[in-house]
């Protein structure tokens, strides 16, 4: 067992505890609501933290692939690279858990493409270089963080704005349905009155033809008669 002095062991015992700590998170969420705010900063929380670990694994790798002082036995460095293994597929796992792509490809908390990833940028840095680096990814993160809040209100603006103009579509599809409802029941008065003055009119017309008729039998009468006497 390497001493307590190992850099290389010291890093990978921060990388072991923020193993730790990124499972006592996850345990949290158990306690949170399904969805919120708080639980959105939670979960973003985490997978900075994955990030993070990603980071130091690869710092791990590439301190081993270009060992300094004591040359390192192949079986001890045969038994860190099992070391470093085993706790990357931890990171995959947790990584698969929050939808990283299985953490092959960390682009949607490392900017665009065009960012070198997190192996290339750790070839060549010492220790308080990985720090610094990580640091400077905490900051891109940071920075990813803040636009994806402008752009969460925007879209809630957006979504505002929609709603305006579908309740005043609806106010203005109610108003219509009311003036409808109003020319229906003018319409139906109307027609009403249109039966009542019909049916006075048939009842007029019948009225006028029966008094004609009576006019025409007292005239037919009243000729009958005179040609009766003079003949």
């Not at 900063?41 to 002082?69: F, V």
């Not at 092959?104 to 220790?127: I, Y």
């Not at 103009?165 to 409802?181: A, P, S």
């Given at each position: 067992?390497?001493?307590?002095?190992?850099?290389?062991?010291?890093?990978?015992?921060?990388?072991?505890?923020?193993?730790?700590?990124?499972?006592?998170?996850?345990?949290?969420?158990?306690?949170?609501?399904?969805?919120?705010?708080?639980?959105?900063?939670?979960?973003?929380?985490?997978?900075?933290?994955?990030?993070?670990?990603?980071?130091?694994?690869?710092?791990?790798?590439?301190?081993?692939?270009?060992?300094?002082?004591?040359?390192?036995?192949?079986?001890?460095?045969?038994?860190?690279?099992?070391?470093?293994?085993?706790?990357?597929?931890?990171?995959?796992?947790?990584?698969?858990?929050?939808?990283?792509?299985?953490?092959?490809?960390?682009?949607?908390?490392?900017?665009?493409?065009?960012?070198?990833?997190?192996?290339?940028?750790?070839?060549?840095?010492?220790?308080?270089?990985?720090?610094?680096?990580?640091r400077q990814i905490m900051k891109e993160q940071d920075e990813d963080l803040e636009k994806l809040?402008?752009?969460?209100?925007?879209?809630?603006?957006?979504?505002?704005?929609?709603?305006?103009?579908?309740?005043?579509?609806?106010?203005?599809?109610?108003?219509?349905?009311?003036?409808?409802?109003?020319?229906?029941?003018?319409?139906?008065?109307?027609?009403?009155?249109?039966?009542?003055?019909?049916?006075?009119?048939?009842?007029?017309?019948?009225?006028?033809?029966?008094?004609?008729?009576?006019?025409?039998?007292?005239?037919?009468?009243?000729?009958?008669?005179?040609?009766?006497?003079?003949?």
């Amino acid at each position: 067992m390497a001493s307590s002095s190992d850099s290389w062991i010291k890093e990978y015992n921060e990388a072991v505890k923020m193993v730790d700590d990124i499972n006592a998170m996850i345990s949290e969420r158990s306690s949170l609501p399904v969805s919120g705010p708080e639980t959105q900063r939670h979960a973003s929380a985490i997978r900075r933290k994955i990030t993070i670990l990603g980071t130091r694994l690869d710092g791990l790798q590439s301190l081993l692939s270009r060992p300094t002082g004591k040359p390192l036995t192949e079986k001890e460095m045969n038994r860190r690279k099992d070391m470093v293994a085993n706790l990357r597929s931890k990171v995959n796992q947790m990584a698969s858990a929050f939808n990283m792509s299985n953490f092959a490809n960390r682009d949607s908390l490392l900017g665009p493409e065009s960012k070198p990833d997190a192996m290339s940028r750790t070839v060549g840095v010492d220790n308080s270089g990985l720090v610094g680096l990580q640091r400077q990814i905490m900051k891109e993160q940071d920075e990813d963080l803040e636009k994806l809040e402008e752009t969460i209100v925007s879209t809630k603006h957006i979504a505002l704005a929609v709603n305006e103009e579908l309740d005043l579509q609806t106010r203005l599809i109610d108003d219509l349905d009311q003036h409808v409802d109003v020319s229906d029941s003018r319409l139906r008065r109307v027609q009403k009155n249109l039966a009542v003055l019909n049916r006075r009119t048939r009842d007029s017309c019948s009225c006028m033809c029966m008094l004609l008729a009576v006019i025409g039998i007292v005239i037919l009468a009243v000729v009958i008669y005179l040609l009766i006497k003079y003949l």
